[in-house]
């Protein structure tokens, strides 16, 4: 069974203690789900041939539950506490990439400013030593297929709607930054150059 995580969250800026508890309540939902899926699934695989359609729909919720859970805890996660480097050599490589680290910055937000909910995450492809940065819609549809996430950016409205309309999603994504432990994304990075 897979277990709640918990997070050491300090105040961020321009996100409020409402809006991550309503969030982290909804990721301890995913967690739940999943579990739940799996207990049936193994209830159900007892006569899978006379179960074959439930056992269909068990698998195809599945995978966005435990989406749900994993891409909540690469989020949450980026948050903890912790010391920004100083040199990156994550921001160094995206720049030699981008031009500049400004300018991936740019096109990473307007990844998440992609109408509709999902995630902007960024990926690195250690066969090529390429980033990626993709819009994922819900949690499973869009991923790239054995790409490690070095960060994700959640951009479901439940990510922000406490503080922020879906209008004002550019300021969510301002406040994402400012609060953003660049060090998590960093030691993401470090294991796969």
Do not use: C
């Not at 049936?40 to 041939?49: I, P, S």
């Not at 056992?55 to 506490?81: A, C, I």
């Amino acid at each position: 069974m897979y277990q709640e995580q918990k997070f050491d969250l300090p105040a961020l800026e321009g996100i409020s203690q409402k809006q991550l508890d309503v969030h982290l309540k909804l990721y301890g939902g995913y967690v739940k789900f999943l579990n739940t899926l799996l207990d049936v699934e193994k209830d159900l695989m007892k006569d899978a041939e006379k179960n074959a359609y439930a056992l269909g729909e068990v698998h195809r919720r599945l995978p966005f539950e435990f989406d749900g859970m994993r891409m909540h805890e690469y989020y949450f996660s980026q948050w903890e506490k912790g010391v920004n480097p100083d040199a990156s050599r994550l921001q160094a490589a995206l720049g030699a990439q981008h031009g500049s680290f400004e300018t991936w910055l740019g096109h990473f937000k307007a990844v998440g400013m992609t109408r509709g909910i999902g995630w902007t995450i960024l990926y690195f492809d250690p066969k090529v030593k390429k980033f990626h940065s993709a819009w994922v819609g819900d949690h499973e549809l869009g991923q790239l297929a054995g790409l490690p996430v070095i960060l994700a950016m959640d951009m479901w409205e439940h990510a922000y709607m406490v503080d922020y309309t879906p209008a004002e999603k550019k300021n969510y994504i301002e406040a994402f930054f400012k609060n953003l432990n660049w060090d998590v994304a960093e030691q993401r990075f470090l294991t796969l150059s």
